[in-house]
Nanobody, 129 residues
Framework: QGQLVESGGGSVQAGASLRLSCAAS????????MTWFRQPPGGEREGVAS????????SYSDSVKGRFTISHHNAPNTLVLEMNDLKPEDTAMYYC??????????????????????WGQGTQVTVSA
């Protein structure tokens, strides 16, 4: 319970697409905030896209809005990040994370208050110019 495993990273050229997956061993009957984070080499970790598993509400960081799409599927329990029109600045280690939402919690990639309990090991995305 609580294991997250990412897959789907790789090396592509600018303008290409990639699909990241995160297999989650979490209850599908609870409302989680699931977020994709990324951390570039030598850089800080940032949230890029979030989704609530109960109503599938999504939110994105400005840097990926319009290019990335986050989705969640119950059977099997999987978080997906579809990345289109990739740019060299998208190069980073990508992580999925999950946290059980409480009353008043905001599920957003920009919310630095929410503490995520569950993390994957990461998958590398490299985009060359």
């Amino acid at each position: 319970q609580g294991q997250l495993v990412e897959s789907g990273g790789g090396s592509v050229q600018a303008g290409a697409s990639l699909r990241l997956s995160c297999a989650a061993s979490l209850s599908i009957y609870l409302n989680y905030c699931m977020t994709w984070f990324r951390q570039p080499p030598g850089g800080e970790r940032e949230g890029v896209a979030s989704i609530t598993t109960y109503d599938e509400a999504t939110s994105y960081s400005d840097s990926v809005k319009g290019r990335f799409t986050i989705s969640h599927h119950n059977a099997p329990n999987t978080l997906v990040l579809e990345m289109n029109d990739l740019k060299p600045e998208d190069t980073a280690m990508y992580y999925c994370a999950a946290e059980l939402l409480g009353v008043g919690d905001i599920c957003s990639p920009d919310n630095k208050v929410l503490q995520y309990k569950y993390w994957g090991q990461g998958t590398q995305v490299t985009v060359s110019a």
